[in-house]
């Protein structure tokens, strides 16, 4: 079994920034990628931002990119999601993902932006921005 535990969300008025975290436990398992998702109150849960772990690739979705940052702190398997530039259409709980090496798709087609690729999930941390 693998724990996440996403935390760091927060109220954040609109222009600014906030940061993410989330870190992995539990039982010896290997990371292909950590990615984040959310999903707005009415919407159906969304790619944000995903990072491999041996390379360190990053894929954003267009809402976010230029705005958001993803990096991974290896040696303390977390991820971690920099937001900059926020609005009111950022607010949603932001949960962390892992997909660990023995995924069924962590192939080259595969780059961690579908919902579907990952095996563990954190509980979800509550983003909002205000106007």
């Known amino acids: 079994q693998v724990q996440l535990v996403d935390s760091g969300g927060g109220l954040v008025q609109a222009g600014g920034s906030l940061r993410l975290s989330c870190t992995a436990s539990?039982?010896?398992?290997?990371?292909?990628?950590m990615g984040w998702f959310r999903q707005a109150a009415g919407n159906e849960r969304e790619f944000v931002a995903a990072i491999t772990w041996s390379s360190g690739s990053q894929y954003y979705s267009d809402s976010v990119k230029g705005r958001f940052a993803i990096s991974r702190d290896i040696a303390k398997n977390t991820v971690y999601l920099e937001m900059n530039a926020m609005s009111p259409e950022d607010t949603a709980v932001y949960s962390c993902?892992?997909?660990?090496?023995?995924?069924?798709?962590?192939?080259?087609?595969?780059?961690?932006?579908?919902?579907?690729?990952?095996?563990?999930w954190g509980q979800g941390t509550q983003v909002t921005v205000s106007s």
């Open positions: 993902a892992l997909k660990s090496g023995s995924s069924y798709y962590t192939g080259p087609s595969y780059s961690g932006t579908q919902e579907f690729e990952y095996d563990h």
């Open positions: 539990g039982r010896t398992f290997s990371v292909h990628a």
